[in-house]
């Protein structure tokens, strides 16, 4: 199945902004996208994830009032692109960030990367003081 294409990764000084970007196209309708991330030495961490319709939306702890994630279909609704606005950047916001996708259902643990089957391959976000 396809794999999500994540973009827009950087170098960013702290307190600074940052906009990820991710490309799908496989069940768009019906299966969640997720943004997580992993520091070097640290499991993967649930960042954001928003429902097939974008009516909901979850956060991180760790993320909640500086980042936010939204979509946006193509004019033919076969491709998703969701991003990840990421304002406040601080040195533990430094990490590979993957963009995923799964059927996640009610009641599912959202940011358990077991529960997620597609990922891409990850975009670096770095963050300098």
């Known amino acids: 199945q396809d794999q999500p294409v994540e973009s827009g990764g950087g170098s960013v000084e702290v307190g600074g902004s940052l906009t990820l970007s991710c490309r799908a196209s496989?069940?768009?309708?019906?299966?969640?996208i997720g943004w997580f991330r992993q520091a070097a030495g640290k499991g993967r961490e649930g960042v954001a994830a928003?429902?097939?319709?974008?009516?909901?939306?979850?956060?991180?702890?760790s993320v909640k009032g500086r980042f936010t994630i939204s979509q946006e279909l193509d004019n033919f609704k076969t491709t998703n692109t969701v991003y990840l606005q990421m304002s406040g950047l601080t040195p533990e916001d430094a990490a590979m960030y993957y963009c995923?996708?799964?059927?996640?259902?009610?009641?599912?643990?959202?940011?358990?990367?077991?529960?997620?089957?597609?990922w891409g391959q990850g975009t670096r976000v770095t963050v300098s003081s």
């Open positions: 496989g069940k768009i309708h019906s299966r969640m």
């Open positions: 928003i429902s097939p319709s974008g009516a909901a939306t979850y956060y991180g702890d």
């Open positions: 995923a996708q799964g059927y996640i259902r009610l009641g599912t643990e959202w940011d358990s990367p077991e529960n997620w089957d597609s």
